[in-house]
């Protein structure tokens, strides 16, 4: 029952599309990334995900339409569909997932952390 | 999956301790809340709570301490555990925690919100 400082968390860390751990609550794991790019075509079959940005504008592409997604905005993305993040500059992000989400969901490529680290 | 706007859906109510939800994932659901004052103390049987402060600064009481968390801090409050939210000047949140969480967990008061709106 601490405080988390999210800025203060995101200073530990540079890397980009590896999600780190700084919450667990009922099923789900609370995560900031850092994003830069484009990252991989996938979904994931049974879980939802919320994405909110604390920096910079992300691009969530659709397989029929693309969504910006500026900071002070979240967005979800149901269960089944396909989406691919793409950041023309740094993106800081907190993610909302079940525990059980794989960060490139159906797909396997060595974008894929299999066991997130917590910060 | 409409990109979500936080201060454009804290523009829309002004009311205190009155969770409005803003989207649903898994088994969640996500609410904005703004809190003047002293809540209720009370405890949730089954469900973890995450509170993420927008704007102010909120005090998180619990029977063994007390727990400043501040504009862009997090606090998990795990299922059982009995707190009190105050907040001395108006603190904007928002909440994540499951579909079946009462606002008031165990207690029954006038602060009973039963259904929540969505804004």
Redesign the interface.
Known sequence: ???????QKLSLFSDHWSPKIV??????Y?KLVKLKGEFIWHHHEN????FLVLHGTLL?K?RDRD????K???????RG?EHMPVAREEVHIIL???KTTLNTGDVRSERTVENPEWV
């Open positions: 029952m601490t405080p988390i400082n999210l800025s919450g667990e609550l009922n099923d789900s609370v879980e939802d995900e919320l969530m659709f969504v910006t997604v500026r002070g905005e979240f967005i979800i993305v149901p569909v909302l997932e079940p």
